[in-house]
């Protein structure tokens, strides 16, 4: 099961709109691929976006298999993959590094992650507004 929630008035964000969706994409996507390969019927993903004055938090959390400690510091290198993955889903290990690179171009950007194996993922990744919203609010 998926779910999104989202404050309905977020602030706009000086982005690169196609570099950022397929960040997103591609951190979301890792999120369904490996619970479903670990869990199938009772996987749940979970999006949720909040904000707090400038800045936009969105947290991207799943029940799926986790990342072992020694995987979950070399993630972010191109062609790492985790050594603990159910099943082997398909993927060459670059989605990653290249999320992160685009969020950590933009301005305020950054991305954190907590995983624990058999405890599930975190990922939240964070913006800022533009200064533009902000002087019109
Ligand atoms: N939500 C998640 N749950 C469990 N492991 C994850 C999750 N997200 C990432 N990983 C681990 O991090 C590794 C790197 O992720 P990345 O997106 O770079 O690679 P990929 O999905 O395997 O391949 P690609 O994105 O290039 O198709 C994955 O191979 C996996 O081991
Ligand atoms: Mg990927």
Known sequence: MMSIETPLDLPLVLCDANLLSRALLNIIGNAIKFTGTARESDGRVRVVVTTDGDQIATTIAD?????????????????????????????????????????????????????????????????RAAACDRASR
């Open 63 to 127: 029940n799926g298999p986790g990342i072992a400690p020694a995987d979950l510091e070399r993630l972010g290198q191109p062609f790492v993959r985790g050594t603990e993955m159910p099943n082997a889903p398909a993927g060459v290990g670059l989605g990653f590094a290249f999320a992160r690179g685009v969020i950590e171009q933009h301005p305020g950007g950054a991305l954190a992650m907590r995983s624990a194996l058999g405890a599930g993922t975190e990922i939240t990744l964070r913006l």
